[in-house]
């Protein structure tokens, strides 16, 4: 593949950077590493991934490359030292199937896009106090999945672990106070777009998230607390788990938290008022589709089926249509931006917030 041979090029400036950015814990393998081979060996190694590697500087890293791999839906231009991701924050896979704690939020298209974009370091720097994501970040994403969509804290907002109260759906996601949709463990299905060589992910910190193997299929070995470890072809890197934290346990590189979040990351935008947790609900269908502007999710409660329709009725409106398990049915109409600010994505009760009804 043409594109290789620049990525040749870069491949020796790559070695260099790496202990320009290496610090002294995580990245002393990858020292003794090129102690021990000579530098065209090393060269030689890194070529085959160089594609792969975080900030190679030259040709395509394997950042861009993950997201390429959904675009159009997903959209990357490297602006300095960041690459801005852009998406509508749908996933084109089915959603919202199999939560049985739901808030009554569904999916709709969000903003991800302009100055509202996603920002991810390209070139990742390692924190001198790198920090648990544990009881902290509980706000909004740590980490972007490769289809653009945002990955929170496996604990919701109010530190209870998504994955184990039924809030999830099949493919590890649901929606946010904002409607927004967004994942709290690792989306290891989009391996089946990706394949295992290519990371599922990146943290917000910039370094890459793999499935739970190396690219060549071998189980990871020596992970840190965060879930990651260097690996001399790839650099740091963290790995998706089945278990607890199930993606980054924290950040091994440098992030700016503020108001229990990391910043920047866009905001979704609601459209209407968050709604409270619907006792008995389980949610066992959902039509519609990125691209489409009108969907249809189906509920049960303690067996008795409802649903909720919405469309899209042009100038930022939107219609509801609720048929409630008793027969009852409403109709609402909500503009975009009616809500105010989104936050930058909150669950779908605050913390300490009231009982659900
Ligand atoms: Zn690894
Ligand atoms: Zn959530």
């Known amino acids: 593949m043409l594109w290789l041979r620049p990525a040749l090029a870069v491949v020796l400036a790559s070695v260099a950077h790496a202990h320009v950015m290496g610090d002294a814990v995580h ?21 085959a991934v160089a594609d792969r590697a975080p900030g190679g500087g030259g040709g395509r890293s394997s950042l861009e490359d993950m997201f390429a791999c959904f675009s159009p839906a997903v959209r990357v231009h490297p602006v ?39 920002s991810i370091p390209r ?11 544990q009881n902290r970040f509980l706000r909004g994403a740590i980490a972007l999945a490769a289809n653009g969509i ?26 946010g106070r904002a409607d927004d949709y967004h994942y709290h463990i690792a989306p290891l299905h989009l391996q089946e777009t990706l394949g295992r ?6 943290a917000l910190d910039g370094y890459l998230i793999y499935g739970l193997t190396e690219p060549d299929g071998t189980a990871p070995q020596g992970l840190d607390a965060f879930n990651g470890h260097v690996v001399p072809a790839l650099g740091y890197h963290y790995h998706a788990s089945k278990k607890y934290p199930f993606v980054n346990g ?26 409270a947790a619907l006792r008995g609900a389980k949610i066992v269908g959902f ?10 999710l189906s509920y049960t409660v303690n067996g008795k089926p409802a649903s909720v329709s919405y469309a899209a009725l042009g100038g930022g409106q939107w219609r509801f249509q609720f048929v409630n398990a008793d027969g009852a049915t409403r109709e609402e109409v909500h ?18 917030g009231g009982a659900p009804k």
Not at 27 to 47: I, Q
């Open 123 to 133: 070139h990742p720097q390692p924190s001198p106090s790198p920090v648990s994501i």
């Open 250 to 275: 924290g950040f091994h590189g440098v992030v700016v938290e503020r108001d229990e979040q990391v910043e920047p990351q866009p905001r979704a935008q609601g459209v209407r008022p968050a709604l």
């Open 150 to 175: 945002p990955i929170f804290n496996p604990q919701n907002n109010r530190g209870e672990v998504s994955q184990d109260i039924g809030e999830l759906d099949q493919w590890g996601g649901h929606c």
């Open 80 to 118: 300095g030292d960041v690459l801005r991701v852009e998406s509508n924050g749908l996933p084109a896979h089915g959603m919202m199937v199999g939560i049985t704690a739901w808030q009554q939020q569904v999916p709709l298209p969000q903003p991800y896009t302009g100055n509202n974009a996603w």
């Open 27 to 47: 990245d002393a393998p990858a020292r003794r590493f090129a102690r021990e081979f000579a530098p065209v060996r090393v060269a030689l190694l890194r070529t």
């Open 335 to 352: 503009r975009e931006g009616e809500r105010g600010g989104g936050g930058g994505g909150r669950d779908a009760r605050k913390k300490g």
């Open 197 to 202: 060589e290519r990371p599922i992910a990146c």
């Open 287 to 296: 039509e519609g589709s990125p691209g489409q502007t009108a969907s249809r």
